[in-house]
């Protein structure tokens, strides 16, 4: 991939896939693989995107902390991801966060590095099966194998102060849509949804630079029969190139054929539901 290449994930996941393994797949296989593209710009629906209305602009834009480049994604239908948890509080007490919000420690919320900005998601703590709901107001943890910063409010919540960090899972569940009042203040409503059921397809990247795309694509080609190359734009309209493999209605198939990527070297391939 040339210098002009964009991954809208984190980059650096495509590493280069040994020719001789593709030709003993295409001998083995003996049948043609297709690449469908999908023409035309299109705006994803809003209910494939996870940022709450006011939080556009530079969400989905590019950033560099200590000399590593991250790339939010446009959307984060399907994403879920395991790793290690931190937690920060008074240090960050009463500072601005990435979606312009005053961090308040003692309420629920997190920091990622890549998910869009208001998306809600669903944490367990791997060790004591504790769970809890947050949404992502802010970018990090920048420290090397962690994935998320919840705050005080949240880490304790699931038993993560006392130790520090714990290995967790991350799942992307919804968006809000809407404000409930109880007795206890208003709070947002989730719309929280089954990611078992329904269209499932595997993500392998998005690219700002087409020909990127296609080249991907056609690597891809040699593996499975249906790949397809289509065109979305961000919601800073900038037009992006969105790389998948395998259609299927079972969400387990498309986790084996996720992991299968991940082995070949696309280490961040993802499933979404279509």
């Not at 500072?95 to 919000?101: I, V």
Request: net charge positive; charged share 30%.
């Amino acid at each position: 991939m040339g210098n002009s290449a964009m991954s809208v994930r984190q980059g650096r996941f495509l590493k280069r896939i040994p020719w001789v393994l593709l030709i003993s797949v295409v001998l083995l296989s003996g049948c043609a693989a297709r690449t469908h593209y999908v023409g035309g710009p299109r705006t994803p629906s809003r209910k494939l995107l996870l940022l709450p209305e006011g939080r556009k602009g530079k969400s989905f834009e590019p950033y560099v902390v200590n000399g590593e480049t991250y790339y939010p994604l446009p959307e984060a239908q399907g994403f879920r991801e395991t790793g290690i948890a931190s937690w920060y509080g008074k240090k960050f007490h009463g500072r601005r966060t990435a979606s312009g919000e005053i961090f308040d420690m003692y309420r629920k919320s997190a920091a990622h590095k890549i998910l869009p900005l208001g998306t809600h998601v669903l944490v367990t703590n791997l060790r004591n099966g504790k769970k809890i709901v947050v949404r992502i107001n802010d970018r990090g943890p920048f420290v090397k194998g962690r994935v998320i910063d919840l705050s005080y409010a949240a880490a304790k919540a699931i038993g993560l102060v006392g130790p520090g960090t714990a290995p967790v899972r991350v799942v992307a569940l919804g968006k809000e849509v809407g404000k409930l009042r109880t007795g206890h203040g208003v709070r947002p409503v989730v719309r929280v949804e089954d990611l078992t059921r329904g269209s499932f397809a595997v993500q392998v990247g998005a690219f700002r630079d087409r020909e990127n795309a296609l080249r991907v694509a056609d690597r891809l080609t040699v593996l499975f029969d249906d790949v397809e190359v289509s065109e979305f734009r961000d919601n800073d309209g900038k037009i992006l190139y969105r790389v998948r493999v395998f259609r299927s209605g079972q969400v387990r198939r498309a986790r084996e054929i996720e992991k299968r990527l991940e082995d070949m070297g696309f280490e961040e391939a993802f499933v979404v539901r279509l």
